[in-house]
């Protein structure tokens, strides 16, 4: 099966360039930027050599597993509302992945109902564990245009060894990478439109916190070497974390590594 666009993602305009190999997806999608591409354009490789998360991460990208990015269109888009992307994305991916695999087992009993979570800022956990992650990356390109890439690494055949990590195919997903591109297209330019270039982020919000992992449970975060403990109360107008700490105050967070229950008490 060879990799191809969605219906409604093709019918909104949206192209796809499919490569064997690439060092990283988001870094070829900017560099289209820098050639004058607007976008929606989809890059996607069969191989990545060279995948990055967030914070200079490496992202593992194993065969079979899904290695893609969407350079998307941001005239219009006042700068306040450009992270707002990784929520639209998020909200897309997680539906993507409940559109193609349907319910899918717990893969630590092989029994129940599936459990996927978004886990701020920009991962998708499967019981707990880490299935996907995205990488919002964004430049301001010569002569004061902006380009915004929103990079997707799902681990659909396989997850990195020793790490805390999920793959598709445990829980017996036999779709394969291709099948979950023309589904999280399609989810993306569905939540892209509603979105509406940030007028409609209220309802996006909303739909984001349905699904979040560890709402209303003890929360850890790490920045660089500060912890910030307390409870996971809600994200606010523009998608940052907030924690009610044991003093009753309110703190606003806007990046670090989040740690929940048990690991969060670690952290």
Known sequence: MSYRLGSEARA???????????????????????????????????RQEAGRGRRGNVWASLPGNLAASVLWPVAGVAAGHLAELGFVAGLALIEALETACGTLPDTRTGRGARSLWLKWPNDVLLDGRKLAGLLLEAETLPGGRRAAVIGFGVNVAAAPEGLE???????????????LLEHLSDRMAVRARAWDRGRNF????????????????EIAVRSGEHILRGVFETIDEGGRLVILAPDGKRHTVTAGEVHFGTAATAA
């Open 12 to 46: 909104q305009g949206h192209r796809l360039h499919v490569h064997d190999s690439l060092g990283s997806t988001n870094t070829e999608a900017m560099a289209q930027a820098r050639a004058g591409e607007t976008g929606p354009l989809w890059v996607v490789t069969q």
């Open 165 to 179: 990590a999920a793959s598709l195919a445990a829980t017996g997903y036999a779709g394969g990478a291709e099948a």
């Open 202 to 217: 209220a309802d996006l919000r909303e739909d984001w916190l349905a699904r979040a992992a560890g709402l209303g449970s």
